[in-house]
């Protein structure tokens, strides 16, 4: 296969993520999720729990000391930079799967690069962050919409577009419709005809 970046944003709880994994073991390519936050947290060489705080708020202040004294700043712009120049390094380096991260965003106009979406109906997600979390349904239900409130206000904030808008999308799958396993294969049928024409 040609060289290939697959963007997989996702609605909380939709399966993004397991289907991401299944897509990048199939295709035999990088996967990379949560383990962007440890990249990052190498690069600014601030802790891990302070990354994961600004990768999901818009607003965290750090502190740093300079010839002045004590100043602060928002941890969050600094990690939004920084995964920008991840991102754009792993693209160029090799073919993978990147769940979430703005990853269309930041990889628009790249031609091997493929956007895809994935959400489903809210109690299909709820259901699924139940077992996954093992939470009352009143409880995961406050969990995804909480959580996809946050995922969409960052998004915004970054790109000042929505998460799910197809206008910067290539492919959009409700994965209720097939189940988790068969979405990845639709996928990766999807990728392999795309890479036919690029």
């Not at 628009?108 to 699924?128: C, H, K, L, Q």
Request: hydrophobic fraction near 35%; charge should be negative.
């Amino acid at each position: 296969m040609k060289h290939i970046v697959v963007n997989i944003g996702c609605e909380y709880g939709s399966g993004g993520p397991e289907i991401g994994k299944m897509v990048a073991s199939d295709l035999g390519i990088e996967y990379y999720d949560r383990d962007l936050v440890d990249k990052v947290g190498e690069a600014l060489d601030v802790d891990r729990t302070l990354v994961e705080q600004a990768d999901n708020d818009t607003n965290v202040r750090f502190s740093f000391d300079t010839s002045l004294g004590p100043r602060t700043g928002n941890l969050t712009n600094k990690v939004i930079y920084t995964q920008f120049d991840v991102i754009r390094k792993m693209a160029q380096s090799r073919s993978c799967v990147i769940i979430g991260r703005c990853g269309n965003y930041i990889l628009e106009g790249v031609t091997d690069s493929i956007n895809v979406f994935v959400y489903a109906p809210e109690e299909v997600r709820v259901r699924a962050v139940m077992n996954e979390e093992h939470l009352s349904e009143r409880k995961a239900q406050e969990v995804t919409r909480s959580r996809d409130r946050q995922l969409h206000e960052r998004y915004k904030y970054i790109t000042g577009t929505n998460r799910g808008d197809r206008a910067y999308r290539d492919l959009m799958v409700d994965s209720s419709v097939l189940g988790w396993a068969r979405t990845a294969r639709l996928i990766e049928a999807f990728v392999e005809m795309a890479t036919e024409t690029r």
